[in-house]
């Protein structure tokens, strides 16, 4: 069995290894604590107002001057640190729902600022990207 593991579930760090993020350097930490605390502010008048509609999001951190990620066709990035976006599909009552709210990721050197705003609550935090959706925790798979 795997230390951590408690339920017995063989290869569990291999199978959720998409899930972790990677490292970031000392600086890269740094450089993206300080967007953060430029980022929750925005987010906690949002989400007082009732505000955590994706595009509305964007509007207001765009207004603190980051650019828009831009990808090509293949998947390469072409400029830009922010990208906003909707919130994670769920299944829920036979079906599949998109909870209102926004997702935010923000790429600062080796580091991200990885946020949320939905009815609920809101939250800012720093990570490394992770190996597949970058500054987006993935959702769960299997």
Known sequence: ????????APHNGDNNAYRRSRE??????????????????????LWTQREWDPARVRAALLELGYEEERTGPKGERLGGTLTVRAMHQRYEAGRYVTPEGALVGLRVHDACVSAFVQKSNYEVAVN???????????????
Not at 1 to 8: A, H, I, Q, S
Request: hydrophobic residues 35%.
């Open 1 to 8: 069995m795997e230390p951590g593991v408690v339920d017995g």
């Open 128 to 142: 490394g990207p992770y190996m597949e959706t970058g500054c987006f925790e993935p959702p769960y798979g299997h």
């Open 24 to 45: 970031m350097s000392p600086a890269g930490a740094k450089a993206a604590q300080k967007e953060a605390a430029r980022i929750e502010p925005v987010l906690k008048r």
